[in-house]
């Protein structure tokens, strides 16, 4: 085959592949995205997906809308949009515990991503169940999570937890002040704090959730900790919006994956680290594998966070609470 025939097949096959996304762009309804802006690296993919043009080679107009701690809802008589939210797991529990139907279709974090960590040395030579039955433990009151997390941590090695023990601060960032000040022995944050506390050698990380098989060992099975989720009449109604959704989030989970640094860069803002890409590249290279490889929901995991969280104190919340109400796994599969 000669060039001008080869150069000839290739602009059609071009040209044949944007007639077809034009097809499906107009057959789609639009959706949008609420996406949790006290989480970004939750969210890191969906943004990703948007930035490297995913959602357009799939052909879904998306509008992105910000959020923190609860999406908005429709109201009531109105009609209902092709709404997707993008956020904690935790979201979609308390929806539940509300009365309401959010059904989780996409995992975004496998990990909780948060580290728990001593002043280093707190006391040189003491046992580590020691050093945290005695400890002041800074948690931010903005994250439940980090909460339950340092919970489980002084459990795990030995110790048994006191709630008077744990100070409850307004900010992840006066905790990590709080840290460094000396005023509380060991924090439970994540990222960028927990990155940053690392690279100025100021903590001594005694588990790290941000790694697959710390979350693992520490939570006894898989997790699901931030996804995609949707009323359960959007999942009825527009299959093919949340689809094409799905399968451009997973392929940006898989470029994350294997991005090198030269590509990640570019994104850092998406993070919140505009200007600063080497602490985004920093905190990449902690948190990467603490991201859905597939995307798919796995059933076990939301029997494990259940299974936790009614094992932490106030659990009892969550014993009405159905796994299988929880979920679907009708839109995504494996690419």
Excluded at 36 to 52: C, G, I, M, Y
Excluded at 80 to 101: N, Y
Aim: hydrophobic share 45%.
């Amino acid at each position: 085959m000669d060039r001008r025939r080869c150069l000839r097949m290739g602009a059609m096959t071009a040209v044949v592949a944007a007639a077809a996304v034009r097809v499906r762009a107009a057959s789609l309804r639009p959706v949008t995205i609420q996406w949790q802006t006290d989480a970004p690296l939750k969210v890191l993919p969906v943004r990703l997906a948007e930035r490297l043009g995913y959602f357009a080679a799939e052909g879904v107009p998306v509008a992105f809308e910000p959020w923190s701690e609860r999406p908005p809802q429709t109201l009531p008589g109105a009609r209902p949009p092709v709404r997707v939210s993008a956020g904690g797991f935790d979201t979609v529990l308390r929806q539940h515990l509300q009365g309401q139907s959010e059904l989780v279709f996409l995992t975004l974090a496998r990990t909780p991503q948060m580290g728990f960590g001593l002043r280093h040395p707190l006391r040189a030579g003491a046992e580590l169940s020691l050093q945290l039955q005695d400890a002041r433990i800074g948690v931010p009151q903005t994250s439940r999570l980090a909460q339950r997390i340092a919970w489980l941590v002084v459990q795990a090695h030995g110790a048994q937890p006191r709630a008077t023990q744990f100070l409850a601060l307004p900010t992840a960032q006066q905790t990590q002040a709080a840290f460094l000040l000396g005023e509380v022995d060991a924090v439970c944050v994540g990222d960028p704090l927990l990155t940053g506390l690392q690279r100025r050698g100021a903590i001594r990380v005694v588990t790290d959730t941000r790694h697959l098989s710390e979350s693992l060992r520490l939570l006894g099975g898989p997790v699901l900790c931030a996804g995609l989720s949707t009323p359960a009449a959007v999942v009825e109604s527009h299959a093919a919006e949340l689809q094409a959704v799905a399968r451009a989030v997973q392929r940006a989970l898989r470029w994350l994956q294997t991005a090198g640094p030269m590509d990640l860069a570019p994104h850092a803002d998406l993070a919140g680290f505009a200007g600063d890409p080497g602490a985004f590249l920093s905190v990449i290279m902690h948190t990467r594998e603490s991201f859905a490889v597939d995307a798919a929901v796995d059933e076990r995991a939301i029997h494990n966070v259940l299974r936790v969280l009614r094992s932490l104190p106030q659990g009892h919340q969550y014993d009405g609470v159905e796994p299988a109400r929880l979920y679907t796994a009708r839109v995504v599969t494996a690419l």
